[in-house]
């Protein structure tokens, strides 16, 4: 959640750990700040609220040294605030040679106990977070006379929960960085160490990056990091080039990054079909599995937040196209039930950024049940991809905004291929897969067809942004994207939003129904119309505000009036769920507009979610 940047040069660093800041501030922003090793004497800055308070603050005095580590907070313990930003910085006894800087990104779960035992120690706590007792440790080590690698070693061992950490030593000019369940990688160039959370922070400082394994500890001083292993061995760090994509994340000539990415969707869902689809063949084209797909008997699904209706829309492909029994679970909720996973063969795990704790614990639960699992990911060195026995690359690229779209889109298209691998595997016949494969070769074109609705969009969003709640209706695999459009419009416009199959109208959200509720129904023409139509039919009837979504067969053969209409392209029923991803995405964005709220940063809420 939190975004960690740490920086050992021949300059000073201060400009620089803001622009990495600038690059982590989707991954929090509640506050942010930065420290700096100057002759022994650590120099702070931090503000509360966007970066640009901070980098307000360091127009006027930017700390000096060579050596620093930053922070953008997404707040667990402690209400976002100046006193609880990061860097955290703690000093046993008053002495200078004792003080530790701390930046986090995680939560300690037995920080309540490890705060009344040094309080027993008369150490006095000036913030509210759990990070506090991580410096306070530290800083009690180094008076015990422990150097800082061992300081912080010895803390380690002592903090239950997951973290990405960063130290700053006033009496060494160090940085050590650790991480247990959240990620980190190391970088280098010439005459720069670097310690990031993620490659686009680190991607303008280094040249080549290497990721931290669970436990690993490194240690950033002089030309070379050192890294430790869990249990202390030093190992040589895997270096890999940075991709020049990694540099390319500006907003170009849109508004927001949430509006670029939409329109990257398009492209991206072309590349991602490029690299799993024959398309001389029009048959679905994938690396040799370490699984046999034929004798597979009962595929899982799990995923969180928008990657979860993601696998909901492809149980219905794997169920209706493979033939296979599927399930799809929120891994939150499946890591701590006790499923009963026998005649499982394949586990498959859904995510944008590879390191959403509660889909990691959930592959690691069904690991220790002996299932094979699959990884569909964005981040190809991400710690699900690792773990994972396979990994399939989404290629939405960076997406910076918190609000999923391009990721959705392209995980949808890799796991649209891959039901058909599975279909080919079952034995369902070429003529049927190359038509739908043909379905899937022409999604970009109809993508870019959707795209040219954007100002008609935006007129209905004007109206939908003065309504306090809305509902969507959808059937068979247009559930997950009623599901998915719900979640959009409130996440960003903060207007209150459900998604509900359409025939459970009747049992219950009917009553919710009057003239002031809009409801957006997702039709397309296809065996289920007529159902959504009646559906649509049922809300008008009692003074609904309806926009029914459809393409020009569905709406031609739907009886009523809608209050308003959206003509969708003619797609195959297969990729619809695809397609109509685009407009409740255009949609909730222009509504977010409407209504004045942050788009890309919408309160509450953050990127990655790499904390339970």
Not at 192 to 208: C, F, H
Not at 241 to 263: D, R, T, V
Not at 366 to 378: D, E, F, P, Q, W
Not at 420 to 438: K, Q
């Amino acid at each position: 959640m939190c975004g960690i940047i740490a920086i050992s040069s021949d300059k000073q660093v201060a400009a620089a750990l803001l622009a990495a800041l600038k690059q982590l501030e989707y991954r929090g922003y509640d506050s942010a700040g930065l420290a700096t090793l100057e002759k022994n004497k650590i120099h702070t800055a931090r503000a509360q609220g966007k970066l640009a308070a901070l980098e307000q603050k360091l127009k006027t005095r930017a700390p000096p040294g060579s050596t620093g580590i930053g922070h953008t907070r997404w707040a667990t313990h402690g209400r976002p605030s100046e006193q609880n930003a990061h860097p955290v910085i703690a000093e046993v006894g008053g002495k200078s040679e004792n003080a530790v800087a701390v930046v986090h990104n995680g939560i300690i779960e037995n920080h309540a106990k490890l705060k009344q035992e040094l309080a027993r120690q008369n150490l006095a706590f000036h913030t509210d977070t759990d990070t506090e007792v991580i410096a306070q440790l530290t800083s009690l080590n180094l008076a015990a006379g422990l150097p800082p690698l061992e300081a912080v070693t010895e803390t380690l061992k002592r903090l239950e929960g997951a973290f990405a950490l960063a130290f700053l030593f006033s009496r060494d000019d160090t940085v050590i960085g650790a991480r247990r369940g959240s990620p980190l990688a190391v970088g280098q160039s010439d005459n720069t160490l670097a310690l990031g959370s993620d490659v686009l922070a680190l991607a303008p400082i280094a040249r080549q990056i290497a990721y931290l394994e669970e436990g690993d500890i490194v240690v950033l001083s002089g030309d070379t990091p050192r890294l430790f292993n869990a249990a202390g061995e030093n190992i040589q760090p895997q270096w890999k080039a940075i991709s020049p994509s990694s540099l390319q994340i500006g907003k170009g000539q849109y508004q927001h990054f949430m509006q670029k990415e939409i329109y990257e969707q398009p492209a991206v869902v072309g590349e991602t079909l490029d690299s799993f689809l024959d398309p001389a063949r029009l048959r679905a084209s994938f690396p040799e599995f370490p699984f046999d797909t034929g004798s597979l008997r009962k595929v899982l699904l799990s995923a969180c937040g928008t990657a979860y209706y993601a696998t909901v829309a492809a149980q219905y492909w794997i169920e209706g196209v493979a033939g296979l029994p599927c399930s799809a679970e929120i891994a939150s909720e499946l890591r701590y039930r006790d499923p009963a996973l026998g005649g499982t063969d394949l586990a498959v795990f859904v995510s944008q950024s590879g390191e959403t704790m509660d889909t990691l614990e959930a592959a690691r639960m069904v690991a220790r049940a002996g299932v094979s699992r699959l990884a569909v990911v964005n981040q190809g060195e991400s710690t699900l991809a690792r773990e994972c026995e396979m990994s399939l690359l989404t290629r939405a690229g960076a997406e910076i905004g918190v609000a999923s779209t391009k990721a959705f889109t392209t995980q949808l298209a890799l796991l649209g291929c891959f039901a058909l691998e599975l279909a080919r595997a079952g034995g369902v016949s070429d003529e049927r897969l190359r038509a739908y494969g043909s379905a899937l070769m022409e999604l970009p074109s109809r993508l870019y067809e959707a795209l040219t609705l954007d100002e008609r969009v935006s007129a209905i969003a004007a109206d939908i942004s003065r309504a306090r709640h809305a509902l969507y209706l959808g059937r068979g695999a247009m559930y997950p994207l009623a599901l998915e459009g719900a979640l959009k419009l409130k996440e960003i416009s903060y207007i209150h939003a459900e998604g509900y199959p359409g025939g459970e109208m009747k049992h219950g959200p009917l009553a919710l129904v009057d003239d002031e509720m809009p409801v957006i129904v997702l039709a397309p023409s296809g065996p289920l119309f007529g159902k959504i139509a009646s559906n649509a039919e049922e809300v008008m009837a009692r003074g609904g505000r309806v926009l029914l979504i459809s393409d020009a067969e569905g709406l031609a053969s739907f009886g009523g009036e809608p209050e308003w209409v959206l003509e969708m392209p003619s797609c195959d029923v297969f990729v619809q769920p695809i397609l109509y991803a685009l407009p409740v995405q255009l949609l909730a964005y222009y509504a977010a507009c409407h209504r004045g709220t942050d788009v890309d940063q919408p309160r509450n809420l953050a990127k990655s979610v790499t904390v339970e």
